[in-house]
């Protein structure tokens, strides 16, 4: 069946280094893949999404580009900030749009 | 604000007890799914329902239940608590339209509904 697998964490980061998660996908036909957000206290957000194969999903200076060859999604922003500390967590809907998976999920912490 | 309304926020209650979150789905969206988050198991899926009809079931306990009724909201009910129910119960709805030409269904979340069991 389809499912994510994504990186373990917890990930520590210095604030203006580089972030990258990765996140692997196995799936029939042509799922739509995404990237959510739990900040600390609250529920997850759509931080962003790509639907085809070499699609680019972006947003707040995150980016993930949808690889069929090598079935990932990898997350990455060029200088991540305290207030990024949060855990995100990769998902694929399914090919019929019905159903939805999610990665376990990597906590990040950005310190000054 | 997502648009995606539970309630309870908080939830303290004693072993064996009944509770029921309630949650009111995004204006539109036909399908409501229900997942637990424990902090040693992640985001689990319990189950989902479209437009009423339940449409798959996860890792849902038998002495947990769910339905959703015409005006779409929908209510799980958790029955003869246990020290470990204890964990944040979150709510997603997505899906104005069904099928693949609707374009990516994309969930969104409610800000859940904590359960502690003591």
């Known amino acids: 069946g389809d499912s994510v697998t994504q990186m373990e964490g917890p990930v520590t980061l210095s604030e203006e280094a580089f972030l990258t998660i990765n996140c692997t996908y196995t799936?029939?036909?042509?799922?739509?893949l995404f990237w959510y957000v739990q900040y600390p206290g609250e529920g997850l957000q759509l931080l962003l999404k790509a639907t085809k194969a070499d699609d680019k999903g972006s947003n707040k200076g995150f980016e993930a580009t949808y690889r069929k060859e090598t079935t990932s999604f990898h997350l990455e922003k060029g200088s991540v900030q305290v207030s990024d500390s949060a855990v995100y967590f990769c998902?694929?809907?399914?090919?019929?749009?019905?159903?939805?998976?999610f990665g376990t999920g990597t906590s990040l912490t950005v310190i000054p | 604000d997502s648009g995606v309304t539970q309630t309870p926020k908080h939830l303290i209650t004693a072993t064996g007890q009944r509770v029921t979150l309630r949650c009111s789905p995004r204006s539109g969206d036909l399908s409501v799914y229900w997942y637990q988050q424990s902090l040693d198991q992640g985001l689990q899926f319990l189950i989902q329902y479209y437009n009423g009809e339940e449409r798959a079931k996860g890792n849902i306990l038998e002495r947990f239940s769910a339905q959703q009724f015409p005006d779409l909201h929908s209510e799980l009910n958790l029955s003869s608590l246990e020290l470990g129910d204890s964990a944040l119960y979150f709510c997603?709805?997505?899906?104005?339209?069904?099928?693949?030409?609707?374009?990516?269904?994309?969930?969104?979340f409610g800000a859940g509904s904590r359960l502690t069991v003591l």
């Open positions: 997603a709805s997505s899906m104005k339209r069904q099928g693949r030409l609707s374009g990516a269904n994309v969930l969104t």
């Open positions: 998902a694929l809907s399914s090919w019929t749009g019905n159903q939805f998976y």
């Open positions: 799936a029939t036909g042509y799922p739509s």
